[in-house]
Every structure is written in structure tokens, then in C-alpha cells.
């Protein structure tokens, strides 16, 4: 079955930078496009963009740009989102999840992660 | 602010239909492009529940239907459980901001 496993929590002080991981299995990696989802506390889902898995190629969101970066291993089929200069308001989860139709206009995700919650405090 | 407009809450009694309902505009759900409804359930991951404006992924009950009309869209549970108390969002693609969008969300209670 398809599986998407984010890692854990992370604490960071404003300023500092990290990196969350989504390791996938249950399926071909290079297949669908793999796309990131915040959800800051209390709040609603917000799009930041996706990665073509085959190209490497990432589309960010509006206001997702400069600070925000997809990545990929495909060695071991993980995929990275990468966050500098981390501000209090960074403080969210972060969701990987698998998407289709991504370089269309319907891309939609069908699988999703647990959710990584990053907290950006001093 | 969210280019897709959701209702805050809703409620039911179990057994009752409800509607949730996303209003758009011409960049978005006006234009003809698919809407997709997700369920999530507290503390949990999003769960997709519908695709392509009418379409359930498998293993969804038939209890959720989706429909579109115009620059809105809705999603239809019937049969309401206690286990579907949950937060619902729908997504569509909007011209304007270059891709998908997901709606403000609607916060499900079943009384």
C-alpha cells in the first residue's frame, strides 16, 4: 500500500534552517509528483507547490518562493522540503503528499504523510 | 485569504443530509476547472474524498457525493455519522494565482 513517512518533530530557533524529509513506498516513486501542504496552528491548508519526481523540477506557490525548497532523492525515494532563515511564523505542519495531474490544471493529492510539525521559537 | 470561499461550519443530526458548499469565480471553478474535497479528521492527515468534481477514490462511502455548478461546488454527506465530525476543504486550480488552491475550509459538527 501506498506509504508516505515524514520525520519527526523539530524545534528551531529563529534564523536556523530545516530540512523534512518524506520517505515513500507502495508504489513508483517517479510516477506522480510529490507535493507540500502547510497548516499552520489553528488554521486551514495552504498549497506550497510540488516537484516533478522524473525532472527534479520544482513549482512553488505564491508566497512560497526565496526561502522554500523542494528536493529529491530518488536513490531512496525521498522527497525534501528544506526551509532557511526560519521566522516565528514557519511555525506549522508541513504535509508531503503524493500528487496526480500535477502538471495540469487538476492536480489533486491522493495519498498524504503524517505531518511534520516544525516550531520556530527562541 | 483563500480564493475559494467555504461556510465556517456546519451541522447535523446523525441519520440528516448536509451540504458544504465552495464558491469561486471565474479564475477558478468558473473557468471549468476540477474541484477535489478532503476530509480531515482531528489531529490527523487530509484524506482525499472526492476528485474531479464527482469522483470517489476507493474505499469512500457512497454517502459523499460532490457536484459543481458554475463558479461553485459542493459536497453532499448523507447519512450523517458521528464519525465524520471532521474539518473539509476543497481545492481547485485558479488562474490568477498559477495553481492549485485549497478553500478556507468548513468545520463539520454532528450534534
Known amino acids: 500500500q501506498v506509504q508516505l513517512v515524514q520525520s519527526g518533530s523539530e524545534l528551531k530557533q529563529p534564523g536556523a534552517s530545516v530540512k523534512v524529509s518524506c520517505k515513500a513506498s507502495g508504489y513508483t516513486f517517479t510516477s506522480y509528483a510529490m507535493c507540500w501542504v502547510r497548516q499552520a496552528p489553528g488554521q486551514g491548508l495552504q498549497w506550497m507547490g510540488w516537484i516533478n519526481t522524473n525532472t527534479g523540477k520544482p513549482t512553488y506557490a505564491q508566497g512560497f518562493t526565496g526561502r522554500f525548497v523542494f528536493s529529491l532523492d530518488t536513490s531512496v525515494i525521498t522527497a525534501y522540503l528544506q526551509i532557511s532563515s526560519l521566522k516565528a511564523e514557519d511555525t506549522a505542519v508541513y504535509y508531503c503528499?503524493?500528487?496526480?495531474?500535477?502538471?495540469?490544471?487538476?492536480?489533486?493529492?491522493?495519498?498524504w504523510g503524517q505531518g511534520t510539525l516544525v516550531t520556530v521559537s527562541s | 485569504q483563500s480564493v475559494l470561499t467555504q461556510p465556517p461550519s456546519v451541522s447535523g443530526a446523525p441519520g440528516q443530509r448536509v451540504t458544504i458548499s465552495c464558491t469561486g469565480s471565474?479564475?477558478?471553478?468558473?473557468?471549468?476547472?476540477?474541484v477535489h474535497w478532503y476530509q480531515q479528521l482531528p489531529g490527523t492527515a487530509p484524506k482525499l474524498l472526492i476528485y474531479a468534481n464527482t469522483n470517489r477514490p476507493s474505499g469512500v462511502p457512497d454517502r459523499f457525493s460532490g457536484s459543481k455548478s458554475g463558479t461553485s461546488a459542493s459536497l453532499a454527506i448523507t447519512g450523517l455519522q458521528a464519525a465524520d465530525e471532521a474539518d473539509y476543504y476543497c481545492?481547485?486550480?485558479?488562474?490568477?494565482?498559477?495553481?492549485?488552491?485549497f478553500g478556507t475550509g468548513t468545520k463539520l459538527t454532528v450534534l
Open positions: 503528499a503524493r500528487g496526480k495531474y500535477c502538471s495540469s490544471n487538476s492536480c489533486y493529492s491522493d495519498s
Open positions: 481545492q481547485s486550480y485558479d488562474s490568477s494565482l498559477g495553481g492549485p488552491e
Open positions: 471565474s479564475s477558478n471553478i468558473g473557468a471549468g476547472y476540477d
